[in-house]
């Protein structure tokens, strides 16, 4: 079976101005530096506004932490007040976008045409789309939430490639786990990133799904982020609130020494 590098992702959400970001990461570099953590890509998705200082930081210091945006238009350029395009993200060297996270998808109203629509521009200007599925607690309950992660799974990469979902990460964040301290329990969280792999397989045979990076989000800490790497089908975590603290995002980056 095909490697998978693993990959931890800070999602800093609406948090810290550009000067308060250049400081989080110089302290993640910082105590990154002691500890061994060559086996996983580590990339941190500040606001906007903090990318350009940021990316100032990792050239100029070297760093071996990258870039990502937590979200992107998906038209080139043009008369959308407000919006970001991929190129102008590519042209900071962002490496990774996150697309359709649950509060967008929620708070934002995107839906998976629109999902599929930014994980294509992301691609087509040559980063890699960190595409968010997940289920409500209500969904779980009724026992929907394998359909509804299928569902948005399908919506959401309809049309890619084989070769583009070599480029594709995903999360599988679900929405009663996120910012609420209630972590899936590391099994459940295997089960579903299992079904979302065995639905690639469906899709585009099991090599392009063995190769698949499928990280977990919600509620992941220095505490419980061994066991959650420890699945199977578990090769990273997007990780939020502790994501924001340099010392706690360090641990969790290098969670096989925990
Ligand atoms: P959390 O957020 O780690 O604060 O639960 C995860 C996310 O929303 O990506």
Redesign the pocket.
């Known amino acids: 079976m095909a490697a998978r590098t693993p990959i931890l992702a800070g999602?800093w959400?609406m948090h810290k101005t550009h000067l308060e970001a250049i400081q989080v990461v110089q302290q993640l570099s910082y105590r990154l530096e002691d500890r061994d953590y060559e086996h996983a890509e580590i990339v941190v998705c500040p606001p906007f506004t903090a990318l350009r200082g940021i990316q100032t930081l990792i050239q100029s210091d070297g760093l071996r932490i990258q870039l990502g945006a937590q979200d992107c238009h998906w038209e080139e350029q043009g008369a959308f007040t407000g919006e970001v395009s991929p190129a102008m993200l590519a042209a900071l060297d962002v490496a990774y976008v996150v697309v359709g996270?649950?509060?967008r998808r929620e708070l934002f109203g995107e839906d998976d045409a629109t999902v599929n629509a930014k994980a294509r521009a992301v691609l087509a200007h040559g980063m890699r789309p960190i595409v968010c599925v997940g289920e409500t607690l209500e969904q779980r309950d009724a026992g929907e939430a394998e359909a509804v992660v299928r569902r948005q799974l399908d919506g959401s990469l309809a049309g890619l490639t084989a070769a583009q979902l070599d480029d594709v990460v995903i999360?599988y964040?679900p929405v009663w786990?996120?910012?609420?301290g209630r972590t899936a329990l590391p099994s459940d969280a295997d089960e579903m990133c299992g079904a979302i792999r065995a639905r690639i397989a469906e899709q585009h045979g099991q090599g392009v799904a063995d190769a698949l990076r499928i990280q977990y989000?919600?509620?992941?800490k220095p505490g419980n982020v061994t066991d959650l790497m420890g699945q199977e089908h578990i090769d990273g975590a997007?990780?939020?609130?502790?994501s924001l603290d340099p010392e706690d995002f360090s641990v969790l980056c290098t969670y096989h020494r925990l």
């Open positions: 999602n959400k996270h649950s509060e999360a964040e786990a996120i910012g609420t989000g919600g509620s992941v997007l990780v939020g609130g502790a």
